[in-house]
């Protein structure tokens, strides 16, 4: 048996992370790492959501899709009705406050990005860099160093995925931090795969990037997401659990 961690890490994206076609509405890359205690993880997230699915649906066969909410695409579609929607929605955000996890996110800003690097740039490859370098690093206050974590990627393609994955082993081979090969290690999860993790992981991301875009705006999903950033002793999140780049 492996020396597995008390944790894992589920990580989704928003925005594109092409830099030749920039969207003037999302011009942003934004790679969000949830880090979960595993009892958490089995005991409160998990019952949670698929108790969500039980009642709105009446099976949990549904994969909750930040996208397909938002334009209530089907099997969404039932959100087409406001007062189903709105009761919808407020249980979602209530089990995203309620869920215990700690946020990294990693965003790319691509006008800027591709002004100081071009368009060849990765923008998927620096974000995973910075995310990864946090989640250890939060990882090695937990007392988890040396215990292996799976960080869980949800699959986009055949050669994307083999890209993804030789950059998280570069990551992991010229990494200077003491510890952090030895802990972090990748799992590749078909779309198929009905991870509440994944799904949650996919809820947080967008509204980050929202946020980012138009700080001034009321937007409640962020305020939900404040408080599971990680943060400095003295509170602070941008650098520790928000890194925004350039």
């Excluded at 020396?3 to 589920?10: A, K, M, P, T």
């Excluded at 108790?51 to 959100?79: C, N, Q, T, W």
């Excluded at 407020?90 to 089990?95: A, G, P, R, T, V």
């Excluded at 990294?104 to 910075?130: L, T």
Aim: aromatic share 10%; with cysteine; net charge neutral.
């Amino acid at each position: 048996m492996g020396n597995f961690g008390e944790y894992i890490v589920y990580v989704d994206e928003s925005g594109d992370h092409g830099l030749k076609n920039i969207n003037s509405d999302y011009p942003v890359f934004v790679l969000a790492f949830c880090i979960i205690h595993k009892r958490d993880y089995l005991t409160q997230i998990v019952p949670k959501i698929q108790e969500l699915k039980f009642r709105y649906f009446g099976h949990d066969m549904v994969v909750l899709h930040e996208a397909e909410i938002r334009k209530s695409r089907k099997p969404f579609d039932i959100l087409l009705n406001p007062n189903v929607r709105r009761d919808f929605l407020s249980d979602l955000s209530d089990i995203i406050a309620n869920s215990p996890f700690i946020l990294v996110a990693s965003c790319i800003m691509k006008n800027e990005f591709s002004a100081r690097h071009g368009v060849d740039g990765n923008p998927y490859h620096v974000a995973m860099e910075f995310g990864l370098e946090r989640v250890f690093m939060e990882l090695q206050a937990l007392g988890q160093s040396g215990q292996l974590t799976h960080v869980v990627f949800e699959q986009r393609g055949l050669q994307e995925d083999q890209a993804l994955e030789l950059e998280f082993r570069r990551i992991k081979d010229r990494s200077r931090m003491e510890g952090l090969a030895e802990t972090l290690d990748i799992v590749m999860a078909s779309k198929k795969v009905n991870s509440a993790g994944l799904q949650l992981a996919d809820m947080v991301a967008r509204p980050i990037g929202r946020h980012l875009l138009n700080p001034g705006q009321p937007n409640r999903a962020y305020d939900i997401l404040n408080g599971k950033f990680r943060r400095s002793r003295a509170g602070r999140i941008q650098g520790w659990g928000l890194k925004v780049y350039p």
